[in-house]
């Protein structure tokens, strides 16, 4: 069957620290891969998308690599800061059976950074 | 500019009530969702719509209906609430299809109690 894992486990780290989250899947084929970005009460927030022949991608402070042999993404944030605290969510995208072009999410993976 | 609002933001139904939950974008985005968020189960797609006039099944469709009369609006409709249905539910719009790498846009959700 079709899964996609992230961490379930809160994530606590230092500020200052690079926080790094773990998306993996098994039995996907996709064509893209997105972050998003939840704080509590709100929707989800689009961080980044790469794309299955890319390695790796960067925006200010955020890293996504995206290892399509392995079947996992990997998310960092360098330089947390508090503000940083959310759900983050992995969302895979590509021409799966059932739902056309629709994106499959991961469960989210919390943050917690302390000062 | 308001993005992606859902109306109402909470609402609580007896079983066996109707209700429509009301979604409406102002990007003149093509792609519309509509998702039910749970405790541990991630983000899940109900229905899906490509374009006005356009609606289709998602992973979870038992329970819903969906309409999309005019481009900017996608109503979700429960004709017979059961408290499985007691969830948060999200909207969100695309350009084009999540799959082909278009981020979508989630608006705040709808909580919904079914008693």
């Known amino acids: 069957s079709q899964k996609i894992e992230q961490n379930s486990e809160a994530l606590n780290i230092q500020e200052g620290k690079t926080a790094t989250l773990t998306c993996n899947y098994t039995?996907?084929?996709?064509?893209?891969l997105q972050w998003y970005r939840q704080d509590p009460g709100r929707g989800p927030v689009f961080l980044l998308l790469?794309?299955?022949?890319?390695k790796e991608k960067r925006k200010e402070r955020l890293k996504v690599t995206f290892d399509t042999t392995l079947k996992q993404s990997l998310f960092h944030i360098t330089a947390s800061q508090p503000a940083d605290s959310a759900t983050y969510l992995c969302?895979?995208?590509?021409?799966?059976?059932?739902?056309?072009?629709?994106?499959?999410f991961g469960k989210g993976t919390s943050l917690l950074v302390t000062p | 500019n308001a993005g992606v609002t859902q109306t109402p933001k909470f609402r609580v139904l007896k079983t066996g009530q109707s209700m429509t939950l009301l979604c409406a974008q102002d990007?003149?985005?093509?792609?519309m969702y509509w998702y039910r968020q749970d405790p541990g189960m991630g983000l899940r797609l109900i229905h899906y719509?490509?374009?006005?006039?356009?609606?289709a099944k998602g992973k979870v469709p038992d329970g819903y209906n969906v309409s999309r009369l005019k481009k900017q609006n996608f109503l979700l409709g429960l004709e017979s609430a059961a408290p499985s249905q007691t969830s948060v539910y999200f909207c969100?719009?695309?350009?084009?299809?999540?799959?082909?790498?278009?981020?979508?846009?989630f608006g705040d959700g709808t909580r919904l109690s079914i008693l």
């Open positions: 969302a895979l995208g590509g021409a799966f059976s059932n739902s056309g072009y629709a994106l499959n």
């Open positions: 990007m003149n985005h093509e792609y």
């Open positions: 039995n996907y084929s996709p064509a893209y």
């Open positions: 969100a719009s695309s350009y084009s299809a999540g799959g082909i790498g278009q981020p979508q846009h």
């Open positions: 719509s490509v374009g006005e006039g356009t609606t």
């Open positions: 790469i794309r299955e022949n890319e």
